[in-house]
């Protein structure tokens, strides 16, 4: 018995001196690997540390903004994005330096239908840097692309016109609306906004405003007429993209307040 008992503890303390190697589940070790590691060791702390990268980067977009250009027409701005297979086995990093105009040309399948949601997809498949875009019915993935992200979605209405709206939606929340400080500004003037932004204007009665924006530097595009005729108080608000200019002209009576608000 005691000789059974004195293998058992032989068998113990040999164990107890026996060292493995224990490597925490997916964080990241700027220290390794190491010159000093072992060469059988690299394969898990390369992994390791790869995992983590990947972890960071598969949902990575900078820029790559939609924005409406025309009712057949979108613009996705310039930036960088990850475009990655349908497993995330394998990523692509893709950056453009010129804004991309969407087409309808550029649908994966089928043609243009109204009252329609549609994606966009940034697409890596081509031997380049950059990025492509696809339209899609489909809101996880574009048909016959190997890479790909997607960005966001619009809203094709019955009309088949792109609505210029907020049906149309950035996946990247970054774009979230961040408004900056409010600025005075004068009737009959014209002002290029250098943000996306809003104009608010107030009336009384026996004024009459209207609201003019466009591309020409001196708008001649009229939005809508806001008029106070009766003993009451008005208000109204004009969406101005970056760019474009506005002018709000005082038909008759003034403008009780006119402001400009930027999108930060």
Do not use: H
Not at 58 to 67: A, L, P, T, V
Not at 174 to 199: E, I, K, N, P
């Amino acid at each position: 018995m005691d000789r059974i008992k004195g293998g058992t503890m032989k068998v113990f303390l040999l164990a107890m001196l026996i060292c493995f190697n224990a490597y925490a589940a997916d964080e990241w070790d700027k220290s390794d690997p190491a010159g000093s590691e072992s060469p059988s060791d690299l394969d898990s702390l390369i992994t390791t540390n790869n995992e983590v990268i990947d972890r960071l980067l598969k949902n990575y977009q900078e820029g790559c903004k939609i924005s409406y250009a025309s009712a057949s027409t979108l613009t996705v701005a310039t930036g960088e994005v990850i475009c990655s297979n349908s497993t995330g086995a394998l990523r692509k990093m893709r950056s453009n330096t010129s804004a991309v105009t969407v087409t309808w040309g550029m649908i994966d399948t089928g043609a243009e239908a109204s009252s329609t949601t549609y994606y966009l997809y940034a697409v890596a498949d081509a031997d380049a840097t950059t990025f492509t875009v696809e339209i899609s019915l489909s809101s996880s993935a574009p048909t016959g692309a190997t890479y790909y992200a997607r960005l966001g979605s619009f809203y094709n209405n019955s009309d088949s016109d792109i609505s210029n709206d907020d049906t149309i939606v950035n996946d990247n929340d970054q774009y979230a609306l961040q408004l900056g400080d409010w600025l005075s500004r004068s009737t009959g003037t014209s002002y290029q906004a250098t943000t996306d932004g809003f104009v608010v204007m107030g009336i009384s009665v026996g004024s009459s405003l209207t609201a003019y924006t466009d591309s020409s530097s001196t708008p001649t595009t009229v939005m809508f007429t806001i008029s106070c005729p009766v003993n009451t108080n008005l208000s109204g608000t004009l969406p101005v993209k970056k760019g474009d200019y506005w002018k709000i002209v005082a038909a008759a009576g003034s403008a009780d307040y006119l402001m400009w608000i930027p999108n930060e």
